[in-house]
């Protein structure tokens, strides 16, 4: 009966432990993430050289470039000169190129991932910047969810929900959580990501974009090639700490159980 009793405890508290890790956060990948893809004919690097479009793929691989308004509203990659007219020294990017949005404009790619149909919360993490030039109302640009292509509700704006402040010239890091009701009719749907400069007339600048999915969204495969860059670090979920207390206390209860025991025999 002492064999079962403690199997049990000891099985209980793996299988919490297995919960909890079952919980984790789920790093979703895409394409070019980084912006570091090559452009059409290459760019040099910390030379101010840009490739853009208002509408495709060339000008930045990976990313569908659309706009808003006719022949108006380009986006595409930068390579910032560190030191220059536009950005300061030291470089606040990462690598050689940024992705950048006029006015206007918007880029959007699906995501190596789908929707599981259950309540949950996308963080989007990215580096925002902008020029000595050209200064950004963040609150005009934005960041949409999409599933198999469309748009869903929940846009939420460029402007930093955690009240880190763009400095001109630089980068900042950003992090954006939109939060999902449970929906089975997203089950299987393919996220997706739009960036837009909705209205702004500075020009967005935005590099190294890293998307976890939580429990909203799990991942479908390898990186999307052309750059890499995406994922977060997985971390528990909020709701998987109290079971992984619970398993590490169901432990050790049944550790010091057992030890008691062979003392008194």
């Known amino acids: 009966m002492k064999l079962l009793q403690t199997s049990l405890s000891g099985a209980a508290a793996l299988a919490l432990m297995f919960a909890a890790g079952q919980a984790l ?17 290459g760019i040099s690097p910390n030379t101010d050289q840009h490739e853009s479009a208002n509408f495709g793929t060339a000008a930045v691989p990976g990313w569908t470039i659309n706009n808003y308004s006719l022949a108006f509203g380009d986006a595409g990659v930068w390579a910032p000169r ?14 050689n190129q940024v992705g950048f949005l006029q006015t206007n404009s918007n880029i959007s790619q699906n995501l190596n991932g789908t929707f599981t149909g259950n309540a949950g919360t996308v963080t989007i993490t990215l580096l925002l910047g902008e020029s000595k030039v050209s200064a950004i109302n963040a609150a005009l640009d934005s960041i949409t969810l999409l599933a198999n292509g469309t748009a869903l509700l929940g846009t939420t704006t460029l402007l930093s929900t955690g009240g880190n402040a763009v400095v001109a010239g630089g980068f900042v890091s950003e992090t954006y959580s ?13 996220l997706g990501l ?13 590099d190294n974009i890293a998307i976890d999915g939580g429990l909203a969204a799990n991942a479908i495969g390898g990186g999307g090639g052309g750059g890499g860059g995406g994922g977060g670090i997985g971390v528990p979920e909020p709701a998987s700490l109290p079971l992984l207390g619970v398993g590490l206390l169901a432990y050790a209860m049944w550790r010091r159980r057992d030890s008691l025991a062979s003392m008194v025999a």
């Open 25 to 41: 956060a789920a790093p979703i990948t895409g394409t070019n993430l980084d912006f570091e893809a090559a452009a059409p004919g």
């Open 82 to 95: 560190a030191g220059g007219v536009f950005f300061n020294s030291p470089a606040t990017w990462g690598g």
């Open 178 to 190: 939109i939060s999902l009701l449970a929906n089975p009719f997203l089950t299987g749907a393919v």
């Open 194 to 206: 739009e960036i837009g400069n909705n209205a702004d007339l500075g020009n967005v600048y935005i």
